[in-house]
């Protein structure tokens, strides 16, 4: 079993930052991917960021220039830094952790509300 834990999410005002974590562990895999995704009520699961094996990382546009992923493969931990939060940004966070096997794994989420 793979299990995936949220950390960091809560209330922010607008322009806040926060810092979101996810730790990584049971039977896993080498590392092919980690990253986050996000739904907010009414909408679909958008992607936020990923880092990929090789250094590579991709970011959804609205995301991109305000929020920084990076890993710490050592320890199987990702982590997510939101600057300059929008009230758009507000959604339930997803870690997702993706091994060699190809499977996708997935956190509970953590909840992120931006207040204007």
């Known amino acids: 079993q793979v299990q995936l834990v949220e950390t960091g999410g809560g209330d922010v005002q607008a322009g806040g930052s926060l810092i979101l974590s996810c730790a990584a562990s049971g039977s896993l895999h080498k590392i092919y991917s980690m990253g986050w995704y996000r739904q907010a009520p009414g909408k679909v699961r958008e992607l936020v960021a990923l880092?990929?094996?090789?250094?590579?990382?991709n970011y959804g546009d609205p995301m991109r220039g305000r929020f920084v992923i990076s890993r710490d493969d050592i320890k199987n931990r990702v982590f997510l830094q939101m600057n300059d939060l929008k009230s758009e940004d507000t959604a339930v966070y997803f870690c997702l952790y993706t091994g060699d096997d190809d499977y996708e794994h997935w956190g509970q989420g953590t909840q992120v509300t931006v207040s204007s």
């Open positions: 880092a990929w094996s090789g250094g590579r990382t």
